[in-house]
């Protein structure tokens, strides 16, 4: 019965930042391991960062060095810092439940999500 609201999303220009959040409905997140998804037109759906239980970590190649994940447990929230943002990060941004493969799952691009543009 959890339901997870992305926020955060926005329109910045190449170099800027933003900060998204993920917030849980219920006491608790629907897995142990929560991350951060995104897809653009036309694409894939993009295994971005996670976070697991203990604060252990995961980051894309494409994004790692310029993005933060965090979780606040108290606030059944996780975050996503994203740094000097490029035009390629721009895509529609999900949270959900993360995998031990680390690869997106049935659903983790689904919902509306949040969206990030950049310009350059």
């Known amino acids: 019965q959890v339901q997870l609201v992305e926020s955060g999303g926005g329109s910045v220009q190449a170099g800027g930042s933003l900060r998204l959040s993920c917030t849980a409905s219920?006491?608790?997140?629907?897995?142990?391991?929560m991350g951060w998804y995104r897809q653009a037109p036309g694409n894939e759906c993009e295994s971005v960062s996670i976070?697991?239980?203990?604060?252990?970590?995961y980051y894309s190649d494409s994004v790692s060095g310029r993005f933060t994940i965090s979780q606040d447990n108290a606030k059944n929230a996780i975050y996503l810092q994203m740094n000097n943002l490029k035009p390629e990060d721009a895509a529609v941004y999900h949270c959900?439940?993360?995998?031990?493969?680390?690869?997106?799952?049935?659903?983790?691009?689904w919902g509306q999500g949040t969206q990030v543009t950049v310009s350059s």
């Open positions: 959900g439940p993360a995998y031990v493969d680390y690869l997106p799952g049935v659903g983790s691009c």
């Open positions: 219920g006491s608790t997140f629907p897995s142990s391991m």
């Open positions: 976070i697991d239980s203990e604060g252990r970590v």
